[in-house]
T-cell receptor, first 113, second 115 residues
Framework: GAGVSQSPSNKVTEKGKDVELRCDPI?????LYWYRQSLGQGLEFLIY????????KSGLPSDRFSAERTGGSVSTLTIQRTQQEDSAVYLC???????????FGPGTRLTVL | AQSVTQPDIHITVSEGASLELRCNYS??????LFWYVQSPGQGLQLLLK??????LVQGIKGFEAEFKRSQSSFNLRKPSVHWSDAAEYFC?????????????FGTGTRLKVLA
């Protein structure tokens, strides 16, 4: 595809359930980011993958959050035992590695009931 | 720590009026600075960026921004606003070293345009 894609576009889950959010970055992009956007808040950095380097996980809010990137391409963000405060739009972005040429996906809107 | 402040949560302007959205950053080194726009139901789109050189940068849709190191600011401007500019605007700084960066975003400014 031409851009960053994310699935699902919307996810409604019950408190305590686990969820997986998927990101397909632009082909060839070495950098991949996950951000969270809550109502009335800015974009909160979660995690950053750059090539084969160890990911920067400094933004993950708790150990319930994890992410992996397989084969340097697709990434999955997993939230275990979801809580209502996890409700937000989760945005993925990718970049060819040069600061500034970053493209964002449309996001996954997560609602935890 | 790096941070970005957008002091105006909401701004309302009339169509055809000029616009300035404020952004202040905190970063120890020379920053890479960006403005993104998020229209309702849309993803984030890059408006413009500053890396180095000319401190006045031009972007898409008639926007420009000026980097002022002495004020740690990177304000976004447009001389004449169109109704389609109604959206949320985010300022960001890229923080990192050796070609690896993460983006620190402000909390955004929501722009409303009156007909």
């Amino acid at each position: 595809g031409a851009g960053v894609s994310q699935s699902p576009s919307n996810k409604v889950t019950e408190k305590g359930k686990d969820v997986e959010l998927r990101c397909d970055p632009i082909s060839g992009h070495t950098a991949l980011y996950w951000y969270r956007q809550s109502l009335g808040q800015g974009l909160e950095f979660l995690i950053y993958f750059q090539g084969n380097s160890a990911p920067d996980k400094s933004g993950l809010p708790s150990d319930r959050f994890s992410a992996e990137r397989t084969g340097g391409s697709v990434s999955t963000l997993t939230i275990q035992r979801t809580q209502q405060e996890d409700s937000a739009v989760y945005l993925c972005a990718s970049s060819p590695g040069l600061a500034g040429e970053t493209f964002f996906g449309p996001g996954t809107r997560l609602t935890v009931l | 720590a790096q941070s970005v402040t957008q002091p105006d949560i909401h701004i309302t302007v009339s169509e055809g009026a000029s616009l300035e959205l404020r952004c202040n950053y905190s970063y120890g080194a020379t920053p890479y600075l960006f403005w993104y726009v998020q229209s309702p139901g849309q993803g984030l789109q890059l408006l413009l960026k500053y890396f180095s050189g000319d401190t006045l940068v031009q972007g898409i849709k008639g926007f420009e921004a000026e980097f002022k190191r002495s004020q740690s600011s990177f304000n976004l401007r447009k001389p004449s606003v169109h109704w389609s500019d109604a959206a949320e605007y985010f300022c960001a700084v890229a923080a990192g070293t050796s070609g690896t960066y993460k983006y620190i975003f402000g909390t955004g400014t929501r722009l409303k345009v009156l007909a």
